[in-house]
């Protein structure tokens, strides 16, 4: 299915069509993310920082762990406007549906609670995996990302003498700590989600050829003057921007 997406898009010469197979794609990538994330909670082996925080937060509001997810997405996505960060389509998408999407296959989920370790060590990493396909497949659109990333990058821009790497440990270990003093589930899974999520993807990512650095996002603007003026590629620090007078005259 997610294929015959991505040939419908590059068979679009641009515009409407465009734009909406493009939303497709995303929808489709975020659904499958958010299966591997529900794999990670039915583990029951502890969660990964952001979701401790959502399940934490369930636990003290009348809200279930979907709308969680979704108001801490847009507290999030209000920051990262503040902080003039880079957002498209693909970032309020992310903000508006995984949570729900995450809490849908939990309800739908009526196998036994998993109690064993191990297994739970098994389901988490096929629950990478399967974020790692979602996230290639969103990602392809090229509308840009979360609104977590978007947090992340804006957070090492103003703290820029202090490597990305290290910038991202202080962000989950405070998402963690409130996560936990809210009582969200902790253990053996947290380690595993902070440390080993980025490597499963990384060898997902080897195996499908996949470079999310290569990849040319376009913000809110780009893609509504996209819609009006179809064109393949938008490249802003080539120079490229969308604009009317870039296109060439019809004679």
Known sequence: MGNHIFRLIQKSPGGIKRVLLEWLEIVLGLMVFSF?????????????????????LAKHTP???????????????????ALKEKIGFGTVIDALLT???????????????????????????????FMAVGMWMYMSA???????????????????KIPIGIVE?????????????LGGPVGIGTLISTFGAGVVMQLVYSMIGFEPRKLNHR?????????????????????????????????
């Open 219 to 251: 913000d809110v603007p780009n893609v509504i003057r996209s819609m009006k003026y179809p064109v393949r590629e938008i490249n802003e620090e080539m120079g490229s921007c969308l604009q009317p007078g870039s296109l060439p005259e019809v004679k």
């Open 99 to 129: 949570g729900n999407f995450v809490q849908a296959f939990n309800y739908l989920n009526k196998f036994p609670e998993n109690k064993s370790i191990l297994l739970g060590i098994v389901i988490m990493l096929a629950g990478f995996v």
């Open 36 to 56: 591997g994330v529900h794999l990670t909670i039915y583990a029951n082996i502890g969660l990964a920082p952001w979701d401790c925080l959502g399940m934490g």
């Open 142 to 160: 090229e509308q840009c990302c979360g609104p977590r990333d978007a947090l992340l990058v804006g957070l090492g821009k103003r703290m820029s």
């Open 63 to 81: 809200f279930n762990y979907g709308i969680s997810m979704t108001l801490i997405a847009i507290t999030v996505l209000v920051i990262d406007i």
């Open 169 to 181: 440990v202080i962000l989950w270990a405070v998402v963690l700590l409130i996560g936990y003093l």
